[in-house]
């Protein structure tokens, strides 16, 4: 009887440093800012999961594409309104946003990443283009921000 290895538990310490476009679903919850649950349903729904033994990766290009061409833009109606309990605040989210491990953040996060009021990053979102509704979750992709910034001249003061 041959017996087969089993997959590692941790998946995100083979995985970490490579060239790669796959997560855990921890991760990934992370990465977009939203509830476990919601983004294992997500993969679940548009094909992005790889169920391994044990556990199962998603395929992350499957879910950027899905949120851009699917995901319209977030309407008018503010981000608050439907939210009654508070969030709880992501440690250390300007190393995340750096490594690239999260590249789309919630309209406070951002106010705070950018350290600008909440009504300022709203707009810049709104004219930058970078707001998706993803299941009720409201995501601004830090990417598109950032580019957006860098249109506006330096000013020497």
């Not at 679940?44 to 499957?62: S, Y």
């Amino acid at each position: 009887m041959h017996r087969t290895k089993s997959p590692p538990v941790n998946l995100d310490k083979y995985l970490e440093g490579k060239e790669h476009h796959y997560c855990s679903y921890e991760a990934g919850a992370r990465k977009y800012g939203m509830a476990y649950w919601t983004f294992v349903r997500l993969c679940q729904e548009i094909g992005a999961n790889i169920p391994l033994r044990k556990t199962a990766l998603v395929d992350m290009d499957i879910v950027d594409k899905y949120i851009e061409e699917n995901c319209g833009m977030e309407s008018e109606k503010g981000e608050g309104e439907d939210m009654p309990r508070a969030r709880k605040p992501v440690e250390n989210l300007e190393e995340l946003i750096r490594e690239g491990k999260k590249k789309y953040v919630r309209m406070a996060e951002g106010a705070e990443l950018y350290s600008v009021g909440i009504h300022t990053f709203e707009i810049w979102a709104r004219d930058a283009k970078a707001r998706r509704k993803v299941k009720g979750v409201v995501l601004v992709n830090t990417e598109k921000i950032d580019a957006f910034l860098e249109t506006f001249e330096e000013e020497d003061y």
